[in-house]
Structure formats: C-alpha cells, structure tokens
C-alpha cells in the first residue's frame, strides 16, 4: 500500500508542473510531463486495487521519467547530461524492480 501512496503522489506532483508548461514554447516537454503524470496515478491506482496491469503501469511511468530526462537533458540542453542520464537510467532499474516486486507480492 505505501507504493501506491508513492506512485500518487508521484503523479500529482508532476501533474503540478502541468499548468507552468503549457505557457512554455515546447510542446514536447509538455506531453511528457502529463504522461508522467498519469501514469504515476494510474499506476499507483492499479497497484491499490491490486491488478494484473499495474506491473506495466509502473514500468510505463519509468520509461516516461527517462524519456523526459533524455530530452531535458540532451535535447533541449536544460538539464545537466551527465545528471539526465543519471536520472533515466535511474528510471528505468526502479521501475523494474518496482513492477517486479508488485508482480510477485500477487503470487
């Protein structure tokens, strides 16, 4: 249950960042943060009601947080490369083991 509480508020303090970007001129970022967003809380959604998908929820949301920290950091130069990669790779090892840990807390 404390992951489910993580990943929403995971999700709704990305989804704070939403309304700063949609006056910023790249739309890019844009989508990528509300996919953050709604990922994060629908995965933490899938895993309070304990569901097949939740593994995939959380593995959705690990690829937007290094698909985001890729463009922030390569792409539009924002972030530092070395932290953007950092960040990604970060990303994507948490979100395994998370999905891997919920996919086995069912078993």
Do not use: C, H, K
């Not at 979100?95 to 069912?106: K, T």
């Amino acid at each position: 249950m404390l992951l489910a509480v993580v990943l929403l508020g995971y999700g709704l303090y990305r989804a704070l960042f939403v309304p700063g970007l949609m006056a910023a001129s790249d739309p890019l970022l844009l989508v990528l943060f509300v996919l953050q967003a709604l990922s994060g809380i629908i995965a933490g959604i899938g895993v309070a009601l304990r569901a097949a998908w939740a593994p995939v929820a959380i593995v959705v949301l690990g690829v937007s947080v290094a698909a985001t920290a890729f463009i922030e950091g390569f792409v539009l130069g924002i972030a530092p490369w070395l932290f953007a990669l950092l960040r990604a790779v970060l990303a994507v090892v948490l979100a395994l083991v998370a999905a891997a840990w919920v996919r086995n807390a069912d078993a």
